[in-house]
């Protein structure tokens, strides 16, 4: 696919809230955007990328021998309950109740 074909074009200006240079050259040339403060979307172009080094990597560690799993983003409360973090992280974690009123917090 061309770069004409993409769906979001190139940054010509440096932006601003860009310190590090990684930082600067993905959002100059498109590959993410800034949606909030630390918040960034992987756009077409840099989606294609991240697919690619993640398949670069499953390839890598099936030649290894190695086994890939999958673990859920939701995660109950009693592990961070057991390490003290529930109350640590406070109203900066993301908290709800499923239906049966037990706690869980997006990990």
């Keep these: 696919m061309r770069m004409s074909q993409l769906l979001f074009s190139t940054q010509r200006e ?4 860009a310190e590090a240079e990684s930082h600067v ?3 100059k040339a498109g590959m993410i955007r800034r949606l909030a403060a ?5 756009m077409p172009l840099g989606f294609r990328v991240f697919k690619k080094i ?5 390839e890598e560690m099936d030649a290894a021998g190695a ?3 999958v673990m859920s983003a939701f995660l109950p409360a009693e592990y961070y309950q057991q390490s ?7 109203t900066e974690m993301v908290k709800f109740k ?8 997006l990990g």
């Design 14 to 17: 440096v932006p601003s809230e």
């Design 25 to 27: 050259l993905l959002l």
């Design 38 to 42: 630390g918040v960034y979307a992987l």
């Design 54 to 58: 993640e398949n670069i990597i499953r």
């Design 67 to 69: 086994q890939e799993l």
């Design 84 to 90: 003290g973090r529930w109350d640590v992280f406070g």
């Design 98 to 105: 499923d239906r049966n009123g037990r706690d869980f917090c």
